[in-house]
């Protein structure tokens, strides 16, 4: 069992951030061919700015709920494109689903990371299949759970979800988006990767690294 508590949810966000630098001009890249180039910029400006703001809280008296609301905000100020909300959304709905809780068993991280794929989808009204983030994040947290109702425990848990990122953002380069920037390419856009299924592959291989590693 692996215990969450808020100085390790820093150092997730701190991980993501990092990740997000280095994986910044291939997300802008695909973001290229299909939208308007600043995914990359948006998500590393996004997961900096959560960095920051959450680094500048007292890890031995901020709760999670208060470090996940903290990240929120800052990602929200931060992004202009439409990763903000969404991730923003993300965020808030993970800091609701372990709300009064000051460190979180395998069961409450499963449980953030779920709530966070349902804030994307409840925020951006995406189903899965219309090449958007939502084809990595959805299945991420069914395969999650799935894993952890099997016994996996953390770490499994989030390599299962990694692994169906993975897979889900492959198969965004089979679909025509019909959400967000990229619907206006319809037929266009089949062949490429959805930079925001790309990047949620990167978010949580981080998260994964973070918080089981
Ligand atoms: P923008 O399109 O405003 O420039 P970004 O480039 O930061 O925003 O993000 C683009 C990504 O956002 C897309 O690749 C897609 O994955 C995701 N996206 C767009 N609209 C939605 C939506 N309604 N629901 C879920 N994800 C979406
Ligand atoms: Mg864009």
Redo the contacts with the bound molecule.
């Keep these: 069992m692996t215990t969450i508590d808020s100085n390790r949810l820093a150092g997730m966000f701190a991980a993501i951030a990092d990740a997000m630098s280095a994986d910044r001009d291939r997300l802008c890249a ?2 290229g061919v ?3 180039a ?2 990359g910029i ?2 590393e400006l996004g997961f900096t700015a959560a960095r920051d703001a959450v680094a500048a809280l007292d890890g031995g008296t901020t709760d999670p709920t208060t470090l996940l609301n903290t990240a929120a905000k800052s990602f929200l100020n931060a ?6 909300p ?1 991730y923003a959304t993300a965020f808030m709905r993970g800091a609701a689903a372990v709300k009064g809780k000051v460190a979180l068993d395998d069961a409450d991280t499963v449980a953030v990371f779920q709530a966070m794929a349902k804030g ?2 409840d ?4 189903e899965p299949g ?6 990595a994040w959805v299945p991420a947290a069914t395969a999650a759970g799935e894993a952890l109702a099997a016994g996996k425990g953390l770490a499994g848990s989030l390599a299962a979800a990694a692994e169906a990122a993975r897979a889900g953002a492959e198969a965004t380069k089979t679909m025509i988006a019909t ?4 619907s206006r390419l319809g037929e266009r856009s089949l062949g490429h990767m ?7 592959v990167t978010v949580i291989e981080a998260m994964r690294v973070a918080l089981t590693g």
């Design positions: 695909l973001d299909i939208g308007d600043d995914h948006a998500m992004v202009g494109a439409s990763s903000g969404l994307i989808q925020r951006g009204k995406a219309e090449k958007t983030m939502i084809d959400k967000g920037r990229a959805d930079p925001g299924a790309a990047s949620a």
